[in-house]
């Protein structure tokens, strides 16, 4: 699927769930992967990232009425929220253990500004457009951070074919990575 597709896929359901809550579902099912592979790589613990996952899908409904779509991938948003979660948990877990907030503080490059979740996003839609056995061997290598021997196992594959695998997929990523992004130009209603 091309990422204008997707986008436009996307703004259809955004649209759709904004008129009927019960079609955010779709959304859901969509982006859950994405949302959730994002706040487990921050927080590792998997109840705590289960809990924040589920709960930035609870703020992405009750304030889906406010979403404006801006050219940027609803799945920043969600980044966005997830980033929120994640440090109100950390300031309330220090209060509690009564540490002060600006002492043991995450590393900066925890938090996601708008641009960093849409560099994220592009590089989602790139991999996702990589061929299959690629697509499928970077994301189990870096989104589910498996090793090299458990993807082999999994796939039944040797260790040097998913070496291969990974190696082709990156280098097939490398190129349009590379690249800076057409910036596209707000249309004036004047």
Do not use: C
């Not at 487990?40 to 589920?54: K, N, P, Q």
């Not at 951070?145 to 040797?158: N, V």
């Amino acid at each position: 699927m091309s990422a204008k597709v997707k986008e436009a896929d996307d703004r259809l359901l955004v649209e759709a769930a904004q008129k009927d809550p019960a079609r955010f579902i779709d959304l859901y099912e969509r982006n859950f992967e994405r949302v959730y592979a994002f706040v487990a790589r921050r927080v590792h613990d998997r109840a705590d990232a289960e809990d924040l996952t589920a709960e930035v899908f609870q703020q992405a409904l009750a304030n889906l009425g406010h979403f404006e779509w801006r050219g940027v991938p609803f799945v920043a948003w969600l980044y966005r929220i997830a980033s929120n979660a994640i440090a109100d948990r950390w300031q309330r877990a220090s209060r509690e253990r009564g540490e002060s907030v600006a002492g043991d503080r995450p590393d900066e490059r925890d938090s996601v500004n708008p641009e960093e979740a849409e560099r994220r996003a592009r590089i989602v839609r790139l991999v996702e457009s990589l061929p299959d056995d690629q697509r499928r061997v970077i994301e189990m290598r870096f989104a589910e951070g498996k090793s090299i021997r458990e993807i082999a196992k999994e796939l039944k594959r040797t260790t040097g074919a998913v070496k291969q695998l990974q190696f082709r997929g990156i280098q097939n990523l490398r190129e349009p990575l590379n690249k800076k992004p057409r910036v596209r130009r707000r249309e004036s209603n004047d």
